[in-house]
């Protein structure tokens, strides 16, 4: 248990915090994942949080709205976004990460190892996860659920917290192997159709990424296909072409934002992946007939 404290003691030094709750879990065999609870606040303008270079994953749950941005590794920062309380982003630790942290911030942090997505595709028997999909800022019911589980166990005593512990991190580290698992080569059927698994994380990537565009070539490059038998085997097993699948579900999440939340239709846009707040208001009044204003006044939940 101390070598996954040490790394939960880490994550939080990254965070500027001295001390956090912590648990340790070994769902498998040897290797461990690390949950750490982090609050903090950085009241004196942004605050930069440098994560070292790692063979594993962070996960990060929120449990507050919070603005951070990326910063890249030639220190330039992607603009600060907000997100929403039970949101969670998901990125590799592989060659480090760097955030800038501004405000209040609170979440849960699952520092996954490498190690543990070997052990439980051997204990599966299927093919090995090479690497996880990059995502910011989903919402992944699954995860936001187990993360409510977790927390009233940082207080349970020993002998309770450690029966319930295992299957949590093996339901947690299968969901993500499952949805967000890349293998290192990913090939059509013989019938020129994706696997309902293979389909499943293409659209999961683009759901994950849809503010950032979703080019086809990014796209292809995430889920280990070519450009071309991405496009041919979308196309074969959906009956869309990428592209369009892409515009309807543009269009579903902006209707799924509007009729939800009260976020300003600039924002919406932003979070749908439109170029600019004019592009969305033109392309959604082409297809609903009325601007997105007057359609969340109609549909508003």
């Not at 595709?121 to 659920?145: F, K, S, W």
Request: charged fraction near 20%.
């Amino acid at each position: 248990m101390s070598e996954a404290l040490t790394v939960s003691e880490r994550i939080a030094a990254c965070f500027g915090i001295s001390s956090a709750r912590a648990l340790a879990i070994r769902p498998l065999y040897e290797a461990k994942l690390a949950v750490v609870h982090l609050e903090h606040s950085y009241d004196n303008g942004e605050h930069t949080i440098l994560l070292p270079a790692d063979d594993a994953f962070l996960v990060m749950l929120y449990l507050v709205d919070v603005d951070h941005c990326d910063v890249r590794p030639d220190s330039a920062r992607t603009p600060l976004t907000t997100y929403s309380r039970g949101s969670m982003c998901l990125i590799s630790l592989r060659n480090g990460a760097a955030i800038s942290v501004r405000g209040h911030f609170e979440a849960l942090a699952f520092h996954i190892p490498s190690a543990l997505f070997i052990e439980l595709a051997e204990e599966a028997g299927e093919p090995r996860i090479d690497d996880l999909i990059t995502c910011r800022g989903i919402d992944d019911q699954v995860v936001r659920n187990i993360g409510a589980a977790l927390i009233p166990m940082f207080d349970m005593p020993d002998e309770v917290r450690d029966t319930l512990l295992p299957h949590i991190g093996l339901a947690l580290s299968a969901h993500l192997a499952h949805r967000y698992g890349r293998s290192p080569i990913q090939h059509l059927s013989g019938t020129g159709q994706l696997s309902p698994l293979q389909e499943k994380r293409i659209k999961a990537y683009i759901a994950a990424n849809l503010s950032g565009g979703t080019p086809v070539d990014k796209i292809a490059e995430a889920c280990g296909f070519s450009v071309d038998e991405l496009c041919s085997g979308f196309l074969s097993t959906t009956g869309q072409s990428v592209s369009e699948w892409i515009a309807s579900y543009r269009m579903s999440r902006a209707q799924s934002q509007l009729s939800r939340t009260g976020e300003t239709i600039a924002r919406i846009a932003a979070e749908c992946g439109f170029p600019d707040e004019n592009e969305f208001v033109a392309t959604f009044t082409r297809a609903e007939g009325v601007p997105p204003a007057a359609w969340r006044l109609r549909n508003r939940h």
